[in-house]
Nanobody, 125 residues
Framework: EVRLEESGGGLVQAGGSLNLSCSAH????????MGWFRQAPGKEREAVSI????????WYTGAVLGRFTISRDMVKNTIYLQMTNLKTDDTATYYC??????????????????WGQGTQVTVSS
């Protein structure tokens, strides 16, 4: 059984910062790429940032490049998303995901087999 648990969401003013965490509960996540996706009201879920199974490679959607940083603690089976200079457009439910797809790390959602319940991020103007 694999379980992902997000935390760290909340309400912040534009220009502020938030840090999200995702703890993975399973025997091992060494073979899993992990990442963050988000879904804003009325919009489809989109990939935000991904980190490879080794933690050495990352991917970001253009809208957050330079503002968000993803990292991974292999010992704690936890990934983090540091979000800075937040904008109102970043308002969404943020989901953690894990995928074991032959080393793939990227935005294709079907490559991720396990999903968390989501944490709400609201950025006010």
């Amino acid at each position: 059984e694999v379980r992902l648990e997000e935390s760290g969401g909340g309400l912040v003013q534009a220009g502020g910062s938030l840090n999200l965490s995702c703890s993975a509960h399973a025997k091992s996540f060494d073979n899993y790429a992990m990442g963050w996706f988000r879904q804003a009201p009325g919009k489809e879920r989109e990939a935000v940032s991904i980190i490879s199974l080794s933690g050495q490679n990352t991917w970001y959607t253009g809208a957050v490049l330079g503002r968000f940083t993803i990292s991974r603690d292999m010992v704690k089976n936890t990934i983090y998303l540091q979000m800075t200079n937040l904008k109102t457009d970043d308002t969404a439910t943020y989901y953690c995901a894990a995928g074991n797809s032959g080393g793939y790390y990227g935005p294709a959602q079907h490559k991720y087999q396990h999903w968390g319940q989501g944490t709400q991020v609201t950025v006010s103007s």
